[in-house]
Nanobody, 123 residues
């Protein structure tokens, strides 16, 4: 089974940047889309960004488009989320996730999940 571990969260002032990382186990991870989700207090978990197996296609939620960039390095079993121009509305626990089948990006059918990393943006 694929195991995922996030890192890079923390406290940042509005307008600042953070880079989240996710380390994945095994080779199977490389064959499927991966994504970043977030869950803010009192809100549902939402998909904020996703990328295809080879990195050729990406998806971004409208709320982060133009500010966040998702990438992956299959050779190093890693994925990243570069977050710029952060606002307090970006405060949430961020999770990396991977699909175990299929190729669609904008779906909630992700099969493997990390434990999350906290991102807090102060005003």
């Amino acid at each position: 089974q694929v195991q995922l571990v996030e890192s890079g969260g923390g406290l940042v002032q509005a307008g600042g940047s953070l880079r989240l990382s996710c380390a994945a186990s095994g080779r199977t991870w490389r064959n499927y889309p991966v994504g970043w989700f977030r869950q803010a207090p009192g809100k549902e978990r939402e998909l904020v960004a996703a990328i295809s197996a080879s990195g050729g296609n990406t998806y971004y939620a409208e709320s982060v488009k133009g500010r966040f960039t998702i990438s992956r390095d299959n050779a190093k079993n890693s994925m990243f989320l570069q977050m710029n121009s952060l606002t307090p509305e970006d405060t949430a626990v961020y999770y990396c996730a991977a699909r175990g089948t299929g190729s669609a990006l904008s779906t909630h059918q992700y099969d493997y999940w990390g434990q999350g990393t906290q991102v807090t943006v102060s005003s």
